[in-house]
């Protein structure tokens, strides 16, 4: 059974950090695609980036490009979500999710939005305030 914990929420002021923890646990032998998805009061759950585990190619939404960095250490079977120079509108709940077979190899799975009911594994959800 898969499963992930998600960690390093909380209240920052604009222009300000935080680094996003996702531990992972339960994969057996197959590729995935992992990362995150956010869910603002009153708005859709959208993909903000992903990493595939098959090659590492990664998948950021256009509002977070060159501000979001996703990485993950393989050791470790975290996946990170480094945010800088965050914004009022990055508020919401961050979710990791996984999606079993996702990412593959050789495809350009990224140049795509990724679908939350798709993603067959999710977090608990931590929450990122931006306010000052």
């Known amino acids: 059974q898969v499963q992930l914990v998600e960690s390093g929420g909380g209240l920052v002021q604009p222009g300000g950090s935080l680094r996003l923890s996702c531990a992972a646990s339960?994969?057996?032998?197959?590729?995935?695609?992992i990362g995150w998805f956010r869910q603002a009061p009153g708005k859709e759950r959208e993909g903000v980036s992903l990493i595939s585990s098959s090659d590492g190619s990664t998948y950021y939404a256009d509002s977070v490009k060159g501000r979001f960095t996703i990485s993950r250490d393989n050791a470790k079977n975290t996946v990170y979500l480094q945010m800088n120079n965050l914004k009022p509108e990055d508020t919401g709940v961050y979710y990791c999710?996984?999606?079993?077979?996702?990412?593959?190899?050789?495809?350009?799975?990224?140049?795509?939005?990724?679908?939350?009911?798709?993603?067959?594994?999710w977090g608990q959800g931590t929450q990122v305030t931006v306010s000052s």
């Open positions: 339960g994969f057996r032998g197959v590729y995935y695609a």
């Open positions: 999710a996984t999606d079993i077979g996702g990412g593959p190899p050789g495809t350009s799975w990224y140049l795509f939005k990724p679908r939350p009911n798709e993603y067959d594994y």
